[in-house]
């Protein structure tokens, strides 16, 4: 999942907010808009897409920063 092209550059900040989209999206079983994405390898469903819903059982919510702020984490329905 990013977020980037859909909200701007919150430095550090961003993994909270990636966490927190990431758990609404599994609650709400629904995947955010995809913008910007360039051009996807072939048979990869990575490409730019209209937000949708989704049965998602696990998200990986992963997040980088230009301070060299890294983290990751997957987040699983219950």
Partial sequence: MT???NIGNCS???GG???AVGAK???AQHLPARLN???PV???DAGPAPARDHAIKHL???STSMGGQ???MILRRV
Avoid: D, W
């Fill in 17 to 19: 907010v990636m966490a």
């Fill in 3 to 5: 977020l980037g092209p």
């Fill in 70 to 72: 890294n983290a990751a």
């Fill in 42 to 44: 072939s048979g990869v």
């Fill in 37 to 39: 994405a360039g051009t």
């Fill in 60 to 62: 990986l919510v992963a």
């Fill in 25 to 27: 999206c599994v609650k």
């Fill in 12 to 14: 550090a900040g961003i």
